[in-house]
């Protein structure tokens, strides 16, 4: 970690997540001198549920929740929510690149080449029963459920262990945090503060931004630099941007909810998986949902969450002679939510929201009973969401150059920006739109 002195940055990144990383390094290999901010701490990742939960997460062990009662899950901690995420990868839709005016094709293919993104193995489904039995079911449905991109090496994977929600013990899946190491190791490259949090940019007599104002460590309250590039996540950069004196940020708010279904069959096991290796992206244009496998233990703890779900399913597991198999629903919602200047949240599913979750949990119902599973078994925990964005959205509160509309010099890159739920999971997206934004910036002088 640096040690900061009151010197002046050409570039100050706020936030180390797959947006902040990447334009960090994107930054260094343009010769700039380049500051990374960070709220989180390096955490060690891999340590089990409990300390990933309590260390790496928000909230520790609560979740963020909407004054609605959605659940939003984030990891504040080096390398962002990437330090938990499930490593899947999904192309941008063509529509979602003609709404952000950007063609990412290009930067989207040097990433998956980059990166070795490539679906597991077929050996890997031998050991996955409840896999197949859901993906062959499907098929009978005429759904077509598809191994996906994985930003996960299977050389190095087990297939066995399905614990990259709780950070890759193995290190077998990228994270931002790779890309942040090669910002530092770049020539002249990148410095690093952790448990140092950006409260606000500020700007000059003529309102152009030149520097953040931090609380942490051993660091100035002010920290000064030629351009500020935000990248805190969707539920903090609004938070930063209001403080800072732009009121329209925040004022809308998607976050991909996720219903998760389980279901209970008694034919002989083992139902192993993996979570989310399959889906099907049918649906994504026309009906804003996507549809996907979860582990059986994982959909199992899921209905734990609430306490609709919880009573039917607490003693089940362990039943003898049930198994577990599990789906999930993840809806494009509309972009209805607000974050606050205080960091709270206002969220809650549209009636056209309730009608594509409808459609997709139907489906999984559906996918499920013809798995075999138990008809009354099946349970719905809903509305968990881990794709906040849309709060500073192109158009509105940025530019097309990301630029933060009246104060000149500040850009924002992470799905803030976005100015709707791209409708699968965001994060090769990401990459890929600030790659290309990164490379065409137009740099003040
Ligand atoms: C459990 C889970 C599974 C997921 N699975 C997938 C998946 O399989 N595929 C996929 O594409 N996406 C997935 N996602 C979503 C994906 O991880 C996020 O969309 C992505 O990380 C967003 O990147 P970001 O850089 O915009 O923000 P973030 O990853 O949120 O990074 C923001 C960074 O800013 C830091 N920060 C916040 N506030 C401040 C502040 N005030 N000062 C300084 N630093 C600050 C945070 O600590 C964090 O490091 C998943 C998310 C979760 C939670």
Not at 56 to 62: F, M, N, S
Not at 112 to 141: C, K, Y
Not at 301 to 321: D, Y
């Amino acid at each position: 970690m640096a040690r900061v002195k009151n010197r002046k940055q050409d570039v100050i990144v706020v936030g180390t997540g797959p947006a902040g990383a990447t334009a960090a390094l994107e930054m260094v290999r343009k010769g700039r001198k380049v500051l990374m901010i960070e709220t989180g701490r390096d955490d060690p990742v891999g340590r089990g549920l409990f300390h990933t939960f309590h260390n790496l997460y928000d909230k520790h062990l609560i979740f963020s929740r909407s004054k609605e009662g959605i659940l939003i899950d984030r990891a504040l901690t080096l390398g962002g929510s990437s330090a938990v995420f499930s490593g899947n990868a999904f192309r941008p839709t063509a529509s979602f690149q003609s709404d952000i005016g950007m063609d990412l094709e290009d930067m989207v293919e040097e990433t998956i080449e980059e990166l070795n993104l490539a679906p597991f193995p077929d050996t890997f489904m031998e050991g996955w029963n409840g896999t197949r039995q859901i993906v062959e079911a499907a098929s009978a449905l005429n759904i077509d459920l598809k191994p996906q991109l994985k930003f996960i090496d299977p050389t190095r994977c087990n297939p066995k262990c399905d614990s990259c929600m709780s950070g890759c013990a193995i290190n077998a899946r990228w994270t931002a945090r790779d890309y942040v190491r090669k910002a530092m190791a770049w020539p002249g490259g990148a410095d690093l503060v952790m448990e140092t949090t950006v409260e606000q940019v500020f700007s000059d007599d003529s309102g152009k931004a030149v520097g953040v104002i931090v609380k942490g460590k051993g660091t100035p309250d002010k920290l000064f630099a030629d351009t500020v590039i935000l990248a805190a996540g969707g539920m903090s950069t609004p938070v930063i941007l209001q403080k800072s004196g732009v009121d329209a940020a925040g004022k809308a708010f998607f976050m991909d909810p996720m219903d998760v279904a389980v279901g209970f069959t008694q034919e002989p096991g083992p139902w192993r998986a993996m979570t989310f290796t399959h889906a099907c992206e049918d649906f994504v244009e026309s009906d804003k949902f996507l549809i996907g496998n979860v582990k059986g233990s994982g959909a199992w703890l899921s209905q734990l969450l609430r306490g609709k779900t919880f009573f039917n399913n607490v003693l089940r597991f362990k039943s003898k002679g049930l198994y577990a198999l599990g789906m999930f629903t993840k809806v494009a919602d509309e972009t209805q939510g607000r974050i606050y200047a205080n960091g709270k949240i206002s969220k809650s599913m549209t009636a056209e929201d309730e009608k594509h979750m409808a459609r997709g949990d139907e489906l999984c119902r559906e996918i499920l009973l013809k798995a075999g599973c138990i008809p009354h078994t099946i349970s719905v925990s809903r509305l968990i969401g881990g794709h906040p964005g849309g709060t500073a959205a192109m158009g509105g509160v940025v530019d097309d150059n990301l630029e933060v509309k009246g104060l000149p010099h500040c850009y924002v890159c992470d799905t803030s920006v976005f100015p709707r739920s791209p409708g699968v999971p965001p994060v090769l997206t990401l990459i890929a739109m600030v790659k290309k934004w990164a490379r065409t910036l137009y740099e003040y002088p």
